[in-house]
């Protein structure tokens, strides 16, 4: 079993950044091989993609809406996932959730994610 916890988020002012945190732990994530990525959900919007990271960290992926303004990475010695997000608008204003799917490299499918955390809300304010 995996658990998720998120992190770091909060109000911030557009044109502005925040670091998100995911804290995985669980004895099967310390056994495995995890992808994690991020998603978001806007109110009256569904769940959408926002980036994912390889095992490994060395492949990663990036909805359009936020490639260029958004980073992804991961201390696998820390069991940790982060999100790096500058140049932040309105338009991100969501729940943001951390998820793991099983698998040395990654897929950007919601279906492929097993774990997920109760996510952390970030609100931009124009």
């Known amino acids: 079993q995996v658990q998720l916890l998120e992190s770091g988020g909060g109000m911030v002012q557009a044109g502005g950044s925040l670091r998100l945190s995911c804290a995985a732990s669980g004895r099967t994530f310390n056994s495995g091989a995890y992808a994690m990525g991020w998603f978001r959900q806007a109110p009256g919007k569904e769940r959408e993609f926002v980036a994912v990271?390889?095992?490994?960290?060395?492949?990663?992926s990036y909805a359009d809406s936020v490639n260029g303004r958004f980073t992804i990475s991961r201390d696998n010695v820390k069991n940790a996932m982060y999100l790096q997000m500058n140049s932040l608008k309105p338009e991100d204003t969501a729940v943001y959730y951390c998820?793991?799917?099983?698998?040395?490299?990654?897929?950007?499918?919601?279906?492929?994610?097993?774990?997920w955390g109760q996510g952390t809300q970030v609100t931009v304010s124009s």
């Open positions: 990271i390889s095992w490994s960290g060395g492949g990663t």
């Open positions: 998820a793991a799917q099983r698998s040395f490299y990654y897929s950007r499918r919601e279906a492929d994610f097993g774990s």
